[in-house]
Nanobody, 125 residues
Framework: QVRLVESGGGVVQAGGSLGLSCVVS????????MGWFRQAPGKEREFVAA???????YSTDSVKGRFTISGHSGANAVYLQMNSLRPEDTAVYYC???????????????????WGQGTQVTVSS
C-alpha cells in the first residue's frame, strides 16, 4: 500500500519559517514527480510547488522567493522550506506524487496519483 506521510506543520508567527517533509512508503518510484498543494478553509485545494523527475521545480507566484521545494529521489521524499510566512499561507498542506517520465502538467491536482493526509500550517499575525 502506497502511503505519503507529511510532517512538520505547526503554528508560527508571521515572518517565521517552517519546513515540511513528505516521505513515501510502500513503493519505490523510479521517476517521481512530487508536489505540494494547500487548502484553506472554504477554498479549493491549490497548487503550491512541485519538483519533477528531471529535477525541475515549479511554484505558484504567491510563494516565489519564500518557499523552496527540494526532493530526494533515492528516498522518495520531498521537502518544502517555507520562509517569511504570512497569515494567508494558513492552510492544510498536502503532499502529492506520481511516477513516470511524463511531461504532464504539475499544476493540476487531478494528475497526481497519490496523496498524503495533510498537515496543518497556521500563521498568526
Amino acid at each position: 500500500q502506497v502511503r505519503l506521510v507529511e510532517s512538520g506543520g505547526g503554528v508560527v508567527q508571521a515572518g517565521g519559517s517552517l519546513g515540511l517533509s513528505c516521505v513515501v512508503s510502500g513503493v519505490t518510484f523510479s521517476s517521481p514527480t512530487m508536489g505540494w498543494f494547500r487548502q484553506a478553509p472554504g477554498k479549493e485545494r491549490e497548487f503550491v510547488a512541485a519538483i519533477t523527475w528531471r529535477g525541475e521545480t515549479y511554484s505558484t507566484d504567491s510563494v516565489k522567493g519564500r518557499f523552496t521545494i527540494s526532493g530526494h529521489s533515492g528516498a522518495n521524499a520531498v521537502y518544502l522550506q517555507m520562509n517569511s510566512l504570512r497569515p494567508e499561507d494558513t492552510a492544510v498542506y498536502y503532499c502529492a506524487a506520481r511516477d513516470g517520465q511524463t511531461f504532464r502538467s504539475v499544476y493540476a491536482r487531478g494528475l497526481y496519483d497519490y496523496w498524503g493526509q495533510g498537515t496543518q500550517v497556521t500563521v498568526s499575525s
